[in-house]
């Protein structure tokens, strides 16, 4: 019998990788982040010309009692079904800044809760054309010996995004393509589709607000969540609060994202780009209110028929 192996992948801190000293297992993160930048914290920020190179280092981090062999390696970006970045698996050959990037070494060994620096370079492809191209620098333990024997493999994985922009006429901009309501038990789910038409990705600021005749908040919820270059993003909301009254309401999504091509975030509000887009909703009554109804027309129409009872005996 042939051997298999089921390989189940988790991405830890893949867009805001926590600091190596507080992750749990194995992981890393930028050696040598940019005081100016927060964000270079958590991702490697580069922008990079055609054939040029550039060098940066990760810091490699053992978190358990015990001595690990790590494994390092770079892959390609890709995004879920629902439009959320993750990393491509080992087996599949880079084709884009995965390739593009080589460590120094691609394996490690560190002692129980140590840490070490790996010096990678990147070097850009001739023909990379302008615009954003995402990756991983992937961080997991080796596999056990004899883990190639027939049986489970679990894999996890941490992994560090790198972004490289290459400059040439970059473009954001991001769509509110679709909003969406649909009915279930008890609630309603608010359905939010996002287009990136650029060629840089965008972390977009959400937010997704029901509203009443006089304007008055029913429900609000949202957060920010990065957009790939060329990229969809689904996000859904759910309500169970509704109104007990029923009645109609507008529900209004809004976006806002900075428009400068080589800024992460949405902190300068100076600079912001706001789209919004709105759609009608009709919330039926509770249906309790249907009971009572039903109950206070019941006893209206008893008491009518008592009283013309009341005036028949009495003729």
């Not at 982040?33 to 940066?56: G, V, Y």
């Not at 439009?83 to 129980?112: H, M, Y």
């Not at 990678?120 to 620098?137: M, Q, R």
Request: aromatic content about 8%; some cysteine.
């Amino acid at each position: 019998m042939k051997r298999w192996a089921l390989v189940i992948s988790v991405l830890f801190g893949v867009l805001l990788a926590p600091h190596a000293g507080a992750t749990v297992g194995v992981g890393g993160r930028p050696a040598s982040p940019d005081p100016k930048n927060p964000r270079t914290e958590s991702i490697f920020i580069h922008t990079i010309k055609p054939s040029e190179t550039q060098s940066d280092t990760l810091l490699v981090a053992n978190n358990t009692n015990d001595k690990q062999t790590i494994q390092l390696y770079a892959v390609d970006g890709t995004t879920t079904n629902t439009g959320s970045f993750t990393c491509r698996q080992r087996s599949e050959t880079p084709t884009d800044i995965g390739s593009w990037i080589k460590l120094d070494t691609n394996s490690v060994t560190l002692d129980a809760n140590t840490q070490t620096k790996v010096n990678f370079t990147i070097t850009a492809s001739d023909h990379a054309d302008a615009g954003e191209h995402t990756g991983c620098i992937v961080i997991q333990k080796a596999p056990p010996e004899g883990s190639g024997q027939q049986g489970m493999l679990l894999e996890v994985r941490s992994a560090v995004r790198i972004v490289a922009t290459v400059p040439g006429d970059l473009k954001k901009d991001v769509e509110i393509s679709a909003l969406k309501l649909t009915e279930t038990a008890g609630a309603q789910k608010y359905d939010v589709d996002l287009t990136n038409k650029g060629n840089v990705s965008v972390d977009t600021k959400v937010a997704v607000r029901l509203a009443g005749a006089f304007n008055e908040n029913v429900f609000q919820d949202g957060g920010e969540h990065p957009i790939l270059r060329e990229g969809r993003l689904q996000l859904n909301y759910q309500n169970t609060h509704l109104p007990f009254w029923g009645g109609w309401y507008t529900l209004r999504a809004e976006i806002q994202y900075d428009e400068r091509p080589y800024i992460f975030g949405t902190a300068q509000s100076d600079t912001l780009i706001t789209k919004s887009r709105s759609l009608p909703v009709f919330i039926w009554p509770n249906p309790s209110i249907f009971i009572v109804l039903g109950l206070l027309i019941i006893v209206l129409i008893a008491w009518l028929w008592r009283r013309r009872l009341l005036r028949r005996n009495q003729e």
